[in-house]
């Protein structure tokens, strides 16, 4: 009797979940090609923080494998591309089809000058292997170069080709994004999740801001599939940015719902300004990373002068 009283009261939640609200959980979006447009200029506009000498922000994506941190990436650039691109390798695996370390670039229409961020996209968390502890430290903190393929069997050390002994502030993480597939939020590798953990502890220690991008939206809400624009007023959605939240320990405004391109054959107004919304708050996060930085640059210069003065 128990277990079904338990089963009903499941059912009448997924029931409730699956409702669409009444009004929006987040307001003010226009679903138009002119709001689109807006955004798509911002992020063009965008450049790092004035007094930090960075010419372009590294945001650092992390995600199980086959989660869509790969085609984060290809989704972004088809916006900017103007049609579908599979320039980054993405697709289903048992194991991470990414297995170098790219820093991949996007550029402002057919041929033209790259944005002032990179995405940079590596191996996928696996619960039998992925990076080692050290490797990320190295990736955190700017040692990795671009297209260094990692290796199982021989962690990256400083002795390797192209390892970058003395990084600056431009070589560094600035954000970075953990990518989870909202469809299998629930059955997420208990493995996986503390590996999670034990990553946003060593971002923590250096104040590296951190964002959720949920992906496969479609998958857990049917009215999504066939209109994006109806995602805020999800309750299934909504249901998972909280539970994500909670998971992760982060705000739910630092959980950011997203559909990736992967069965479109053509792009989709709504599938963009979701992107490029979440895109624009990764990089204001990226500012205020930058925020901290410069003060303690400028704390720096001023010891460095009053050392000077008094001597």
Not at 283 to 310: P, W
Request: proline share 4%; glycine share 4%.
């Amino acid at each position: 009797m128990e277990e079904l009283m338990e089963e009903e009261a499941l059912l009448q939640s997924q029931k409730k979940a699956n409702e669409s609200l009444s009004k929006p959980w987040i307001c003010n979006i226009d679903w138009n090609s002119t709001f689109e447009e807006e955004l798509k200029d911002k992020v063009v506009s965008y450049k790092p923080l004035t007094g930090t000498d960075i010419k372009q922000a590294r945001i650092l994506l992390v995600g199980q494998v086959g989660a869509g941190k790969s085609s984060f990436f290809n989704t972004i650039n088809s916006i900017f591309r103007g049609r579908l691109s599979i320039q980054a390798n993405a697709g289903s695996a048992e194991h991470s089809l990414t297995t170098s370390y790219r820093m991949y670039q996007v550029r402002a229409g057919y041929a033209g000058k790259p944005l002032n961020f990179r995405l940079c996209d590596t191996r996928g968390i696996e619960e039998d292997q992925s990076l080692d502890d050290q490797e990320f430290n190295y990736l955190l903190d700017g040692h990795v170069p671009d297209k260094y393929k990692f290796n199982p069997a021989l962690p990256l050390s400083p002795d390797a080709i192209g390892f970058i002994k003395n990084p600056t502030l431009s070589d560094k993480i600035h954000c970075v994004a953990f990518i989870l597939d909202a469809s299998s939020v629930d059955v997420l590798p208990q493995k996986v999740m503390e590996r999670f953990k034990s990553l946003q502890t060593r971002m923590n220690q250096r104040g590296i801001p951190q964002a959720v991008l949920l992906t496969n939206i479609d998958k857990i809400c049917e009215e999504i599939s066939d209109d994006v624009s109806k995602v805020f007023f999800s309750g299934a959605v909504k249901e998972c940015v909280e539970k994500v939240a909670m998971m992760m320990g982060l705000p739910q405004s630092q959980v950011l719902p997203v559909k990736n391109y992967h069965r479109e054959v053509e792009l989709d107004q709504n599938i963009n300004i979701l992107s490029l919304m979440s895109l624009k708050r990764i990089l204001n996060f990226v500012d205020d990373f930058l925020y901290n930085k410069l003060d303690e640059i400028e704390a720096e210069n001023g010891a460095q002068v009053r050392i000077a003065e008094s001597k």
